[in-house]
T-cell receptor, first 115, second 111 residues
């Protein structure tokens, strides 16, 4: 089944404890992206990647890191999480190679709480 | 800067029509529409490109006014399944690949 998977789905952690949220897609998509969703603010893009080793900042990249060493994986790293990073996180992928011309397929989401 | 969506929320009876608007202060290359049901991930509806090209579901219609940097999503003869939050996302330039979403429009369809 074609899908985007995220792990974990739920995570409660404490301030300053490094964590990684994994994202994997099995559709051979070039484009992958991370979003956070907060009440009243909609979806905000954190980072995106056009292909392996190519990443770029979205609208809210502060406090996050990403890497794209393999086409299928795009992990989101929080080196020192803070309470304001408590949010619902979505990973998405798309078969786009130039321009966002195709639909994005979203993962199921990861609900992160930072105490 | 996030595009502005209007209305923020709307309640309709089954069979009624709705229009959701998306407006940007900057020139746009493309507008993307997604729907998210409660507790689920966003699902693609449509992409509208500068120059008039569109890609999306047959039952959904939308418009893109490039000069005004505005897009509208038209939902006709609404069904209960149309309920959810609708998001527009905008891309400023071809090849920019950065998508900025609005804050959403919550649509509730009642029987």
């Amino acid at each position: 089944e074609a899908q985007v998977t995220q792990n974990p789905r739920y995570l409660i952690t404490v301030t300053g404890k490094k964590l990684t949220v994994t994202c994997s897609q099995n559709m051979n998509h070039e484009y992958m992206s991370w979003y956070r969703q907060d009440p009243g603010l909609g979806l905000r893009q954190i980072y995106y990647s056009m292909n392996v080793e190519v990443t770029d900042k979205g609208d809210v990249p502060e406090g996050y890191k990403v890497s794209r060493k393999e086409k299928r994986n795009f992990p989101l790293i929080l080196e020192s999480p803070s309470p304001n990073q408590t949010s619902l996180y979505f990973c998405a992928s798309s078969p786009t190679t130039a321009g966002l011309y195709n639909e994005q397929f979203f993962g199921p989401g990861t609900r992160l709480t930072v105490l | 800067q996030q595009p502005v969506q209007s209305p923020q929320a709307v309640i309709l009876r089954e069979g009624e029509d709705a229009v959701i608007n998306c407006s940007s202060s900057k020139a746009l290359y493309s507008v993307h529409w997604y729907r998210q049901k409660h507790g689920e991930a966003p699902v693609f509806l449509m992409i509208l490109l500068k120059g008039g090209e569109q890609k999306g579901h047959e039952k959904i219609s939308a418009s893109f006014n490039e000069k005004k940097q505005q897009s509208s999503l038209y939902l006709t003869a609404s069904q209960l399944s149309y309920s959810g939050t609708y998001f527009c996302g905008t891309e400023k330039n071809f090849g920019n690949e950065k998508l900025t979403f609005g804050t959403g429009t919550r649509l509730t369809i009642i029987p």
